[in-house]
Nanobody
């Protein structure tokens, strides 16, 4: 079965950086997309970025363009989200997910908390 395990969350000050990791296992991911999402208390889940497993093409929501970078290593079945210039509004639980296109995600990790202090 597919398993996604996030790590790397924590507490950081405004302007700081964090790198989230997602370890994927359970199947081959060729042809799939990996995405990062977040959900803040009282808010809906928000898509942040996606990467094509095969081509490495990346996609971002406007609010994180230029600050966050998604990357993957196919050989290691790993995906990362490098987050720079963090703001208090980036505080949320961050999830990685895998799906067959950029808008449909079938498998989800358990989430990792990111807290940005002002």
């Amino acid at each position: 079965q597919v398993q996604l395990v996030e790590s790397g969350g924590g507490l950081v000050q405004t302007g700081g950086s964090l790198r989230l990791s997602c370890a994927a296992s359970g199947r081959t991911f060729s042809g799939w997309f990996m995405g990062w999402f977040r959900q803040a208390p009282g808010k809906e889940r928000e898509w942040l970025a996606s990467v094509s497993w095969d081509s490495g093409l990346t996609y971002y929501t406007d609010s994180v363009k230029g600050r966050f970078t998604i990357s993957r290593n196919n050989a290691k079945n790993m995906v990362w989200l490098q987050m720079n210039s963090l703001k208090p509004e980036d505080t949320a639980v961050y999830y990685c997910a895998i799906g067959r296109d950029t808008s449909t995600y079938d498998y989800w990790g358990q989430g990792t908390q990111v807290t940005v202090s002002s």
